[in-house]
């Protein structure tokens, strides 16, 4: 069996303190830890970072494996990009939390700076530029298959690999010549990058009805590059003005009495358009909207109510769908296109759990705030399977 060692020194992250065992066997790793057994995180977004922080605060080692950097979709996303909650339900720990105002939304810059410094307090390995390829059940456990080696064994798996990986394409998928440049939301790491999409009068159509969607059309507007948008339903926004953001601060308070009040509490969990400025877009004309694409041919869209646009690009804002590729195809999905489980672990596959997926304990856990709480309660479990298999 290769080695943890074998990953490489040079590629791991974190304070190292603690924790940093290098390459040992189930048996002696067991020993070192006084019975208690390792486990491993697949990821280093927010999910697997404050995973691991909860780990440390009870006691439990733990490996995290990360393919890019740490806090990878934050890099990946416009710095400009601003964060849809407030600081308060964000941060990872409640020493940030006054860190400036706490009902401010920060941009995406300032809490990738906040997740690399919680980071840096870490006692855990973080192996960065390791992707994971495979999972294999062994006696006791878990072996991973990582670019760099096979790792293991481990007592338990955390998939905290995400969304963002996945970009969702429309489905059925828009047939195309070619002859318009499409392209998904997710390619667009600055917003300047849309300047190369311009084309005269031509519109550059967002594809979509989400935040996304709404960001995208500001951004562009605000660029003088013409835009429409396609949307099989009628758009919805959120309310905007004074009175409709008091509104929002309680709602996060009234969301967490709620939770509170009502554990578990499952229901769709997307948020729908910014109102204000997009909406007005939308009523002025600025922004044109349109049914769906049917087709794409000589520089055209072809759209469903039998018209036709000359467009500069189209640019999917479709979402995403979570990046479950280690897991074999026989899994089943629930309803809000999770694998089936109990308690983050799935149904099935004892000892392969789940965090930072939509519902997976109440309708906040693809969020950060959901992440943080969900974190905390796998965190607890995982100690109680660990007293458990003594
Ligand atoms: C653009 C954008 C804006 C968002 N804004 C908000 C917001 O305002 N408020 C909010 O609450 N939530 C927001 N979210 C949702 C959510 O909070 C974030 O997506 C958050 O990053 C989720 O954390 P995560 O750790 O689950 O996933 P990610 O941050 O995506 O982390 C997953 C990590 O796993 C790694 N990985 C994947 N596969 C492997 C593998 N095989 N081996 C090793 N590593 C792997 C990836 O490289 C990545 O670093 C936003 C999401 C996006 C995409």
Redesign the pocket.
């Known amino acids: 069996m290769a080695s943890l060692a074998s990953l490489g020194a040079g590629e791991t992250n974190g304070s190292h303190r603690g924790f940093a065992i290098g390459c040992v066997s189930l048996g002696l790793r067991r020993s070192l830890f006084r019975g208690i057994r390792v486990i491993a995180i697949?990821?280093?977004?927010?999910?697997?970072i404050s995973l691991a922080a909860a780990l440390d605060a009870v006691g439990v080692p733990y490996e995290v494996?990360?393919?890019?950097q740490i806090?990878?979709?934050?890099r990946a996303?416009p710095a400009d990009?601003r964060?849809?909650?407030p600081w308060w339900t964000?941060v990872l720990h409640p020493r940030a939390m006054f860190k400036g105002n706490p009902f401010r939304k920060p941009l995406a810059g300032e809490y990738l700076d906040h997740l690399l410094a919680t980071a840096g307090t870490l006692r855990g390995k973080v192996h960065q530029s390791?992707?994971?390829?495979a999972l294999q059940r062994v006696d006791g456990g878990w072996m991973l298959q990582a670019t760099h080696g096979a790792a293991g064994p481990f007592a338990a798996v955390v998939l905290?690999?995400?969304?963002?990986?996945m970009p969702r394409q429309p489905d059925p998928a828009i047939p195309t010549d070619g002859s318009v440049r499409v392209l998904h939301a997710s390619a667009i790491r600055d917003y300047a990058e849309l300047d190369a999409l311009r084309d005269g009068a031509r519109p550059v159509v967002v594809v979509g009805r989400r935040v996304?969607a709404g960001q995208l059309m500001l951004e562009l507007s605000a660029r003088d590059i013409p835009c429409a948008i396609s949307v099989r339903s009628p758009l919805e926004y959120r309310r905007h003005g004074l009175l409709a953001d008091a509104r929002e601060v309680c709602y996060f308070f009234w969301e967490t009495l709620e939770a509170w009040l009502k554990p578990g509490l499952r229901r769709p969990s997307f948020p729908v358009m910014e109102g204000g400025r997009t909406r007005e877009l939308v009523q002025t004309g600025r922004v044109k909207v349109m049914p769906r694409i049917r087709k794409i041919e000589r520089g055209e869209l072809f759209l469903e109510d039998g018209s036709r646009l000359p467009a500069a690009a189209v640019l999917h804002a479709t979402g995403?769908q979570a990046?479950l590729r280690?897991l074999t195809d026989g899994v089943r999905l629930d309803e809000y296109g999770v694998p089936l489980h109990s308690n983050f672990e799935i149904s099935g596959m004892s000892g392969i759990h789940l965090?930072?997926f939509d519902n997976l304990y109440d309708h906040r856990s693809?969020?950060?705030?959901g992440?943080r709480a969900d974190a905390r309660r796998l965190a607890s479990k995982l100690v109680e399977d660990s007293r458990l298999s003594k």
């Open positions: 697949i990821g280093a977004g927010p999910a697997g494996f990360e393919k890019e806090g990878h979709t934050w996303a990009l964060v849809l909650s964000d390791c992707a994971v390829t905290a690999t995400g969304y963002f990986s996304t995403y990046d280690l965090l930072g693809r969020y950060l705030r992440i």
